[in-house]
Nanobody, 126 residues
Framework: QVQLVESGGGLVQPGGSLRLSCAAS????????MGWFRQSPGKEREFVAA????????YYADSVKGRFTISRDNFKNTVYLQMNSLKPGDPAVYYC???????????????????WGQGTQVTVSS
C-alpha cells in the first residue's frame, strides 16, 4: 500500500504564498509522475500541475502558469507545489497524486494516477 501525506496548507492573504508538500511512502513500485489537483465546494476536481519523476518535465493548468511551481525530491519521494500570488480563485482542497506508470501522455487526467492523498486546505482571505 502506498501512502501520500500532504502538508503546508493554511490561510494566506491575497497575493501571498504557500508551499505544499506531499511525501509518498509504503510499497512504491515505481513513480512515473506526481501531480497536484484541487477541488472547491460545488466544483469538480481539477488539474493544477504535474511533474515527471525521471526527467522532471512539468505541466501546468493555464490558471496557475507563472504563479505556481511544481518540483520534486526523488530521494525523499516528495513533490512540492510553490504557490505565489494567490488569488481568490485559488482556495480549495489540494490533493497530490502518484502515477506508478502509464502509457498516456496526458498528465492532467486524474484517471492516470493510482494513489491520492487526503488533501490539504488552502484558504485565501484578507
Amino acid at each position: 500500500q502506498v501512502q501520500l501525506v500532504e502538508s503546508g496548507g493554511g490561510l494566506v492573504q491575497p497575493g501571498g504564498s504557500l508551499r505544499l508538500s506531499c511525501a509518498a511512502s509504503g510499497s512504491i513500485f515505481s513513480i512515473d509522475a506526481m501531480g497536484w489537483f484541487r477541488q472547491s465546494p460545488g466544483k469538480e476536481r481539477e488539474f493544477v500541475a504535474a511533474i515527471t519523476w525521471t526527467a522532471g518535465s512539468t505541466y501546468y493548468a493555464d490558471s496557475v502558469k507563472g504563479r505556481f511551481t511544481i518540483s520534486r525530491d526523488n530521494f525523499k519521494n516528495t513533490v512540492y507545489l510553490q504557490m505565489n500570488s494567490l488569488k481568490p480563485g485559488d482556495p480549495a482542497v489540494y490533493y497530490c497524486a502518484l502515477d506508478e506508470g502509464s502509457t498516456s501522455a496526458i498528465y492532467s487526467s486524474e484517471w492516470r494516477y493510482d494513489y491520492w492523498g487526503q488533501g490539504t486546505q488552502v484558504t485565501v482571505s484578507s
